[in-house]
């Protein structure tokens, strides 16, 4: 399959591997939002307050950030195509537990063990897809065509959830189970045995420390709101030392979960660094928009999802030409224009009212958040692969999508501290949420900006020296 890859005709087999991957990380991005527009029935339902509505969403990012380091470590040490296919049936049986209960502290749990299995199948996806292609034009297109699948589950998840919410909030849940068995029937067949695997071993106390004190984190932000500032400090100085405890140990085990030394690669950092406000930045935007749309201002789940269809259909459509201008521009022009359109998008909503004007307001909103994802998410991807041996494209790969769900997690909490202890204003406790929004896209632009001193990602030779190095 390799050799074929490098051959810049792709033939049956090929093509059929790369869509059973699209397939997969379809999935991951579809679950990650399909249940933001299901929420505010899943809170009605089963009684569950802002705070712990938050968890739904956080406990299937934390189980996916928390755990993609293993992951990806795990995909390079026992086979990609064995880790992908068994953390599949995974997903698929959490996929139908989570739409079977009736308790959110189950539901919480169905989600979280949904996040542990895409924190499996998505670094093992992508590593495939960069040991199959040959870096340059080839394994660009391959990953357009992949992180466009990402993002249009991502972005689409939230049109599809508005359909199925119509029926049932449940339904939100149990529609990914026929698809996941599907690619796991066929990525039985079509993903290759003959896979490469890396030599080392496993940190699973690295593991255990990074995921604790992430949860440590968002639930010290969560809670800080309704308790104490002492008890604040405690919980948030045990994230910390965790936190230090992680790398700590990165430096001394004999087989890390990150070789810190990859991050000292300028570009494989920045791409880091801008998925992480990326994504943290829109997970909590989402999140306060369900809020404003429905419980503000009374639309309907249908008419929520519709209101993100334009984003939602620009990253479908135009994610997979980013290759090409990858080709062309290099990928940190395209960072830093997303960026741009992503304040934007972010901005026009601070002037949201009790009356909001579709085309005046939320369309443009919507089209500009639509282009930041697509020029953004894939050429983020591209950066972070790019001159990073076979044998850590696991690691990178796990790296990349950590960073994503961590930001995520992160920012939903600071967001959901400032829906929960807002002014009796709902729409001015709106505002300030999207504010928390802006801000950290700023930042990410500052980062993207740095890049452009920097030569784009087109220089393998000079990275690949880089990441030899540390």
Known sequence: MESSARDQRWGAALWGLLAVLC?????????????????????????????????????????????????????????????????????????????????????????????????????????????????????????????????????????????????????????????????????????????????????????????????????????????????????????????????????????????????RAGHLARANVGIMILFGSYIAFQFAAMQYFQNMLGWSALETALAFLPAGLLVAITSTKIGSLADRFGTGKLIAVGTVALIGGYAMFLRADETPSFWGLVFPGMVLLGIAFALSFPSLNIQAVAGVHDDEQGLASGLLNTSGQVGGAVVLAIVTAVLTTGSGDPIATFRSAVVISVVFALVGLGVAISGLRFRSVKEPDRQEKVLETV
């Open 23 to 263: 397939a997969v990380v379809f999935l991951d991005g579809l679950d990650v939002s399909m249940v933001g527009v299901a929420l505010p029935s899943i809170q009605a339902e089963l009684g569950m307050s802002t705070a712990a509505l938050q968890w739904v969403v956080s406990g299937y990012v934390l189980g996916y950030g928390g755990l993609l380091l293993l992951g990806g470590r795990t995909a390079d040490l026992l086979g990609r195509r064995r880790v992908l296919l068994v953390a599949l049936g995974v997903f698929a049986g959490a996929s139908l537990l989570g739409g079977l209960v009736d308790n959110g502290a189950l539901l919480i749990a169905a989600r979280f063990v949904k996040g542990v299995s895409a924190a499996f199948t998505a670094p093992a996806a992508l590593s495939i897809i960069t040991t199959t292609f040959a870096e340059g034009p080839a394994r660009n297109r391959a990953l357009s065509i992949f992180t466009a699948c990402a993002a249009s589950g991502f972005s689409l998840g939230l049109v599809l959830s508005g359909f199925l919410t119509e029926l049932g909030w449940r339904w939100t849940f149990l529609s990914p189970v026929p698809v996941a068995l599907l690619a796991l029937f066929l990525g039985s067949r079509l993903i290759p045995r003959n896979d490469h695997r890396a030599e080392g071993g496993y940190d699973v106390l690295g593991a255990i420390t990074i995921t604790a004190s992430m949860l440590l984190l968002v639930f010290t932000v969560v809670e800080a709101p309704e308790v104490s500032v002492t008890r604040t400090a405690l919980t948030g100085a045990a994230s910390l030392g965790l936190l230090a405890l992680f790398l700590w140990l990165e430096r001394r085990v004999r087989h890390p979960l990150i070789r810190l030394g990859i991050l």
